[in-house]
């Protein structure tokens, strides 16, 4: 198979500090020192709406789509047996470490409760099967295959072909309507059971309800593809400079597409609405942009190496961030966790404040993280998941 030669010096700075920040994002929102106390940026919009929080996962997705483009062009974009194993094979892995890590969190909470250890363990009848992680294995299979299927001049048709469909399902479906009549909720209580799936409230009214979904997870598929679409468009560029520029435009025309379209199929997360989608990709594109020119073109490198500890092993430290949270909330520490401890016992007391003890405790457990993550950066290790 022939491969393309590595062009080390096309590599750009600014994408590994935008997957580091959206990582570090992503595991600070999940790790607040109290649900009950968060500020609102940091919380998820209740149901239509977009909050900073609503960025930190879209935009992983965005740049996972560029880390596709990246990987899949040292093999040509060419079909081969091999490389199609290759992507089953981390599809697979990425897959599984989500249910284990699903697995490993009720092993634990039933343990704290009570439970036998046997009984802990055998959690399979009521284990959610979708979440971030097999989410993000999803999209990256079906990205990969079709970048390696389909000829890449066809690929913004394909993407609005998808959304485009997808709108009309969600229109047709109730689609924006939280509750059991909704489409998506329909599919995952057929397909997934509601054993199986995410329990979420809005407005006192408790559904099983799943924001990582089996429907939802299409308009996930055509995020990654405008990621990697926007990744053929700057890494086919030498100039930084037009690189931004072909970044701004296309963020701006997502972005303004998105809160115009907003008003006939509001922005909403837990759907993955097509307006989502475009809102979103529109401002990482955006931010990519301007980071590329703080970054890559103007040379302001100090400022971002915390995240570029992150940057360069995302999964690993965000799975290490989840098991590290699972752990924290459930190991004894007196008659509380070292969660409860840390945050009730130690930074409540100490602020006197319940929500700024409660971002004080997310940010020291970034802080944790970082410090795992800035030794393997430090020993140029990297761990590929």
Not at 84 to 110: D, E, H, N, P, Y
Not at 268 to 292: E, H, R
């Amino acid at each position: 198979m022939t491969q393309l030669q590595p062009k080390q010096k096309q590599r750009l700075l600014a994408l590994d500090i935008l997957r580091g920040i959206t990582v570090a994002g992503m595991i600070l929102v999940n790790n607040p020192g109290s649900w009950s106390n968060i500020y609102a940026p940091l919380a998820h919009a209740s149901w239509n709406g977009l909050t900073p929080t609503d960025l930190v996962f879209p935009f992983f997705m965005f740049i996972m789509g560029i880390s596709t483009y990246i990987s899949l062009r040292k093999f040509e974009f060419k079909y081969s047996t091999s490389l199609l194993w290759k992507i089953l094979k981390r599809t697979v892995v990425i897959f599984a470490i989500g249910i284990s890590i699903a697995w490993f969190s009720k092993l634990c909470f039933g343990l704290k409760d009570g439970k036998s250890v046997l009984e802990a363990m055998n959690s399979f009848g009521e284990l959610r099967i979708l979440g971030v992680m097999p989410r993000l294995a999803l999209c990256y299979g079906v990205a990969s295959i079709v970048a390696i299927l389909l000829r890449h001049k066809y690929l913004p048709h394909f993407i609005i072909g998808v959304l485009t469909l997808y709108a009309i399902v969600l229109l047709a479906g109730r689609g924006w309507e939280f509750s059991n009549e909704n489409i998506i909720s329909i599919v995952d209580h057929k397909v997934l059971g509601a054993d199986h799936m995410y329990a979420d409230t809005i407005d006192g009214v408790k559904l099983k309800f799943d924001p990582e979904g089996l429907l939802s997870t299409i308009p996930s598929i055509a995020h990654v593809l405008i990621g990697l679409w926007c990744g053929m468009l700057i890494m086919g560029t030498k100039d930084n400079s037009e690189r931004i520029n072909k970044l701004f435009i296309i963020g701006a025309i997502l972005t303004f597409s998105g809160f115009l379209l907003d008003y006939g199929m509001p922005i909403n997360k837990k759907i993955w609405s097509p307006t989502y989608v475009m809102t979103t990709c529109g401002l990482a594109a955006t931010f990519l942009g301007l980071l590329i020119w703080i970054i890559d073109i103007k040379g302001y490198k100090k400022w971002c190496r915390f995240f570029e500890a992150f940057g360069i092993n995302p999964l690993f430290l965000y799975v290490l961030g989840g098991v590290l949270g699972v752990l924290f909330s459930t190991i004894p520490c007196g008659d509380i966790s070292i969660k409860g401890y840390i945050y009730n016992d130690c930074l409540v007391p100490m602020t006197n404040d319940p929500t700024l003890a409660s971002c004080i405790y997310a940010v020291l457990f970034i802080a944790l993280n970082w410090s795992i993550g800035y030794i393997l950066y430090k020993k140029k290790i990297y761990i590929k998941i």
